[in-house]
């Protein structure tokens, strides 16, 4: 019998059978920005510039800033400086914690090591008149490259330490070097016929001295250079900053730019420029005075308000600048008067937690790199607020007041003790509450630890902090505390060891649960007292990582806890639980997010792992990963209460946004 009619009504079905659904797929929505280390601009194409994030991306824009993109993987982990080669913007080197630097010729795509046989590399110094010429400042001399870096010769100052070496760019036959083995001063030597012959000038600097020596030459006065003695880890201490009117003959110090300088640049018109942990400062008469005034300290900082580790003056655009800063990428048109971001596209910007307003526009609030951020379009764009009041932001986004958005409550700390932070205008300015415990006056051997901040929906005035606390010559213990009036007094609750989660039960006031690596534990009123539940929960609750709890806004006694061998169910209000984690045995739950229009609609996220969906028909887990770096996932989930369709993630790589409704059939 003929097959023919029995394929035409397969075919027929399967054309007229309804598209299956395609797994939704994750989309970036995180600030623009991120820790800058290194940033340089392309001296035959000034369009051009390269940007080192601390993520190890490195990002090019074509469009002098306005626009970014990503160029190959992240290999520049720790990157320090950037040098382009001066005729080709294909082909930079890159500074890093290798022996040798590393090289690319495909502008980033892809790098190699450059320098086979050098040592500890300082700096590089590429001649523009003579392409493929490199000098390389190594702890074991000064080495040349006639061919772009694919091979080395020693060119002076064997088996001793070069610490800087730089190129006149006005007269590119004279070469300048610091010189120096660790113990010993700092001497500057000067070539005028490209290395061949040396000559020890009279600046000789102390072995004391702090800082990376670093050469700027100034275009508009042949002649002025400056040597900075930059700053490598303490921002509040430097090494000298001098200046040379004659060609590196004579050297004057200049007292005025002591003070956390971290890069210097000099523009065409030979206005000076210091990149410093607080800011930039300008100085218009050869570094003599500073406006603002050096050093620049937190509590007089200069524009763009950012801890600036390089900056640039563009050679064909007097009064243009470029900063790489902790936040991203700064401009300026005016001589570093005003300041304004240039991100776009720039996706480096490394969100250590975020949350998501209850208000009309779903308003995420996201923390990364000492600054918070805002969004009220659903992560499309995102809004830096400035650093104000005295209370620095948090270091982690506890809860959002439900009555009034605008309230959020965030964990600081000061590096010994944990406390909370209140923030009455949406993130704007944090107070830190008179809180119990801290470890003022008590010693190095103190810790205070918070575990959670959580919000009472029944009483929103009303705020609970749990956590525990160690002097080494007082009592230890743990606490659970409770304030009704912003953190000014607090009531000492029954305290419980290790709180990872507590929820409050929607529908019956003063009925509280709690969740740790010791157990599960309920109470009826309002944390006083505590009675152990939670028969049918693993012995081992977590394994380091964070636990999670969640109850179905429908129906209160049924509650999920996320555990580190997956999801567990109660449905007699937490009394007992059973397994509910086909697909998730091994799992350490770290978040649970319940869809409140239907609380069949249930997600979990799992750190390192990424983010699974409950599948009713399968009775089983089933992830939801296309495009979101799992292994990058911290396990912060957020589900918007307002349009339960959109599901945010956050990851080491910023914040991903699901649209939920895209995956429907």
């Known amino acids: 019998m003929s097959r023919t009619p029995a394929l035409v009504v397969v075919l027929c079905l399967l054309l007229t059978a309804p598209a299956a659904a395609q797994a939704p797929r994750w989309t970036r929505a995180t600030p623009d920005g991120g820790w800058i280390l290194a940033l340089a601009q392309a001296p035959s194409a000034p369009e051009t510039l390269y940007a080192a994030a601390q993520t190890g991306r490195l990002f090019r824009s074509l469009d002098g800033g306005a626009s970014w993109q990503p160029r190959g993987p992240a290999v520049l982990a720790g990157v320090r400086d950037l040098v382009i080669d001066p005729v080709d913007p294909r082909t930079l080197y890159a500074m890093t914690g290798y022996p040798q630097p590393l090289r690319t010729r495909d502008a980033g795509r892809t790098w190699a090591p450059a320098g086979p046989g050098l040592h500890s590399v300082a700096a590089l110094a590429l001649d523009a ?3 493929g010429v490199v000098l390389a400042a190594t702890a074991g001399g000064l080495y040349r490259s006639l061919d772009g870096g694919d091979s080395w010769d020693l060119a002076a100052f064997a088996e001793t330490q070069v610490a800087a070496v730089a190129i006149d760019p006005g007269a590119t036959a004279t070469l300048f070097a610091a010189v120096g083995n660790e113990g010993d001063p700092t001497v500057l030597w000067k070539s005028t016929d490209r ?19 670093r050469f700027a030459f100034d275009p508009a006065h042949p002649g002025t250079l400056y040597l900075a003695f930059a700053v490598t880890y303490d921002f509040d201490s430097t090494g000298p900053v001098l200046r040379s009117r004659d060609g590196g003959t004579t050297w004057t110090e200049l007292p005025a730019a002591s003070g956390n300088l971290l890069n210097l640049a000099v523009s065409p018109r030979g206005d000076l420029f210091a ?8 100085s218009t008469d050869f570094g003599a005075t500073w406006s603002p005034r050096l050093p620049l300290t937190f509590r007089f900082p200069g524009e763009p308000g950012d801890t600036i580790s390089h ?3 563009s050679p064909t655009a007097p009064g243009e600048l470029f900063a790489a800063g902790v936040t991203g990428v700064w401009h300026s048109r005016s ?3 005003r300041w304004a971001p240039r991100n776009r596209g720039l996706l480096a910007q490394g969100v250590y937690s975020f949350g998501l307003a209850p208000d009309a526009a779903s308003t995420l609030v996201a923390l990364g790199n000492g600054s918070v951020f805002r969004s009220t379009d659903r992560g ?3 809004r830096r607020l400035p650093r104000t009041g005295a209370a620095g932001p948090p270091i982690w986004i506890e809860a959002f007041d439900p009555r009034h958005p605008e309230t959020i409550y965030g964990l600081g700390s000061d590096g010994q003790a944990d406390f909370p932070l209140v923030s009455q205008d949406g993130g704007r300015t944090w107070n830190k509450p008179r809180f119990p415990y801290n470890c003022h006056l008590a010693g190095s051997l103190c810790d205070v630890s918070l575990g959670r901040i959580a919000v009472d929906p029944h009483d929103p005035e009303a705020f609970y902090v749990s956590g525990s606390y160690f002097r080494h010559f007082g009592p230890s213990g743990s606490f659970l505390l409770r304030s009704d009036d912003g953190g000014t007094t607090w009531d000492k609750l029954a305290p419980l060891e290790s709180i990872a989660a507590l929820v409050f039960d929607p529908t019956r006031r003063g009925v509280v649960r709690a969740i740790g690596c010791d157990g599960f534990f309920q109470s009826g009123d309002g944390g006083a007292s505590w009675q152990t539940a939670g028969r049918g929960l693993p012995r081992k ?6 636990l999670s709890l969640a109850i179905d806004p429908q ?3 049924r509650l999920y806890a996320g555990t580190a061998e997956g999801v567990f169910l109660s449905t007699d209000d937490g009394a007992t639980f059973r397994p509910m984690n086909r697909g998730l045995e091994t799992a350490q739950i770290t978040s649970l997010q319940i869809d409140p229009a239907n609380s069949d609609h249930l997600y979990a996220g799992a750190a390192g792992r990424g983010v699974f969906r409950w599948s009713a028909p399968q009775r089983r887990w089933l992830p939801l990963n296309q495009g979101l770096p799992g292994s990058n996932f911290n396990g912060n989930l957020a589900l918007d209460p307002r349009h339960p369709t959109l599901l945010y993630a956050n990851t080491a790589q910023g914040i991903f946004r699901l649209d939920l409704a895209e995956g429907a059939p």
């Open 129 to 131: 008149e003579h392409p």
């Open 195 to 213: 290395g061949a012959t040396w000559v020890e000038t009279p600046l000789s600097v102390p072995a004391y001295t702090r800082g990376l020596p």
């Open 275 to 282: 990149a410093t942990a607080y800011g930039v400062a300008r």
């Open 311 to 313: 900056v640039l003056a």
């Open 335 to 337: 001589g570093g008067a």
């Open 380 to 382: 499309t764009t995102w």
């Open 541 to 546: 609750l977590c394994t380091g990582a964070g």
């Open 555 to 557: 129906e209160p006694r």
